[in-house]
């Protein structure tokens, strides 16, 4: 934890740096406007000094209109300097929490594919927010806080003392020991603050996970099961919550005690002072000036040093990821990725999932240029392995993925997804317009290739009766759409984005005839002229491949045409043929019947 602090006000130093000139001007103006602010009592001192002890009234009143000119000109002087913290801390904070936004944006967006499973995405929102209104909170209470209480707290030591030094004496050493008894009880509070911001994430999590699951939750009568879960959730962080917040209230209470022995031995002490004529009447109105000054900065304080350790405990699981390193990241020496021919090649390949679980031993396969290659197998056989190793969202274990004679450990992983494009099974889209979603493929695409995109993936049909067309908004992941067209506008994406090696993971296991003719369709033009791998469960898509793959237990255990694997009697591959074979349907391209 300690080591997380001292990183997340590092962070937020860095971020500070860069706007040292407005920062610096904030302070040095907060620092002058609170002196200012104090130099105005001593002149309401002097005003009551005055008429208490004048006999001609007539004879002061020049003398007195002289100082409220004097404080009409601090008052003036403060105006200025106030302004300037507003407009210069505005200045500065803004563009720091824009700044530590997008930082912890990209950093987040560089974990790896393994980390986003293993994380809830309403927490890591959460996080990125606390991150940053942390930063705020944290740099408004020092400005706003701590900074006026030490420089108060400093002059008015000063002028006290000049009156009396066990005066400002008495007020330096409350004040030191009112600090350190803030600092002791806040301490021992974070510990607690900690866990209620792991039980906040932990609801977080929750909410939003069943808020994403929320057709699971009706169609599996999941509903009073993740109500039970949710209870128990929030009765966690409400007990945590409640004993964080009553230890405050049990240190407000000692505070208020250390206020009242301030409060009245100051003015104990001042009486004793005017009674042996060392103190007068307007030195009371000072006294009183500053000593309600000084309750108002330390009442502060106490409450803004657990506020900040409460923001450091809010920022903490953000630092946690910005320290995290990335699991798969470029190398020192990573240069782009030439890819033109698309050949690719495995190369005794080796991938253990946690380090323990072999997926993959000495997996090796070439896939020439152009060349369409289907890989097929049972659940758990490593064909999904060998698509993510191949986008790099988990880098090998040994062994080496080549692409053009380019190790791809050795390139960037940007150069790297630029040549290699997909289509997935369930295609997710942006809750954006579907003109910025097929656009996606190639951002600075113009309208007019986007639409012929679109033709070629015969999606520029069904967008053209949707009530805006190509600026209709497709909703949260694409709820708006049916699953065909979600997986028409993928494959316009892919066709624009025009990669030299293409992935197709399952593009129509879950869509009707008619949806699949016209994705067939679209996949036909897709796949022209590139190098194709295609994962399949449903064996009829992939009859018409080059080759054909057949894993089993993270090795390549059959390979050859449809046809050549379908004579093998006892192989793999024709027992799963066999077991599909359900009915006929008419092959619409050879005009021949075939099993599915």
Known sequence: MKYNTKRTIAIYSQGIWKYKIS??????????????????????????????????????????????????????ITWVFWRLVDFCSAYFQSRVIADLSVRAFSYLHGHSYSYFTDNFGGSLVKKVKWFTSAFENITDRFLWNFLPLVTSVAFITIVLMRTNIWLGLGILFWVIIFIVINFVFTKYKLQYDLKRTE??????????????????????????????????????????????????????????????VLEVGMYVFAIHLWSKGLMSVGGFVLLQAYVINIFNNVWNFGKNVQKVYESLA??????????????????????????????????????????????????????????????????????????????????????????????????????????VSMVPQDPILFHRSLMENIRYGKPDATDEEVMTASKLARCHDFIMQTQDGYNTFVGERGIKLSGGERQRVAIARAILKNAPVLVLDEATS?????????????????????????????????????????????????????????????????????LQAGGFVQDRSEGEVAFV
């Open 199 to 260: 039980a906040e994430t932990a609801v977080t999590g929750l909410l939003a996970d069943t808020i994403t699951n929320h057709n699971n939750v009706k169609l599996f009568n999941g509903y009073f099961g993740e109500v039970q879960k949710f209870i128990e959730a929030s009765k966690n962080l409400h007990i945590s919550r409640l004993f964080a917040w009553n230890l405050g209230s049990y240190f407000f209470a000692v505070q208020a005690a250390l206020w009242i």
């Open 314 to 419: 809010d920022a903490e699981e953000m630092t946690i990821i910005l320290n995290t390193p990335h699991e798969v990241q470029d190398t020192l020496s990573a240069v782009p990725l030439v890819a033109h021919a698309g050949a690719v090649e495995f190369k005794d390949v080796g991938f253990n999932y946690n380090r323990t679980r072999a997926i993959l031993e000495h997996f090796n396969l070439s896939i020439k240029t152009k060349e369409h290659v289907g890989i097929v197998g049972a659940s758990g056989a490593g064909k999904t392995t060998v698509i993510k190793l191949l986008f790099r969202m988990h880098d090998v274990t040994s062994g080496h993925i080549i692409i053009d004679g380019q190790d791809i450990t050795h390139v960037t992983q940007e150069s790297l997804w630029h040549a």
């Open 23 to 76: 920062a610096v001007i904030s302070y040095v103006s907060m620092v002058c406007a609170i002196i200012v602010g104090l130099i105005e009592p001593l002149y309401f001192k002097k005003i009551l000094d005055i008429t208490a002890s004048a006999t001609d009234k007539t004879g002061v009143v020049g003398e007195l209109y002289k100082i409220m000119l004097i404080i009409l000109a601090l008052e003036a």
């Open 510 to 578: 879950s869509l009707d005839s008619e949806s699949e003719s016209l994705i067939q369709e679209a996949l036909s033009e897709l796949m022209k002229d590139k190098t194709v791998i295609v994962i399949a469960h449903r064996l009829s898509t992939i009859r018409k491949m080059d080759r054909i793959i057949v894993m089993d237990g993270g090795k390549i255990v059959e390979e050859g045409t449809h046809q050549e694997l379908t004579e093998k009697k006892s192989g793999i591959y024709t027992n799963l043929w066999n």
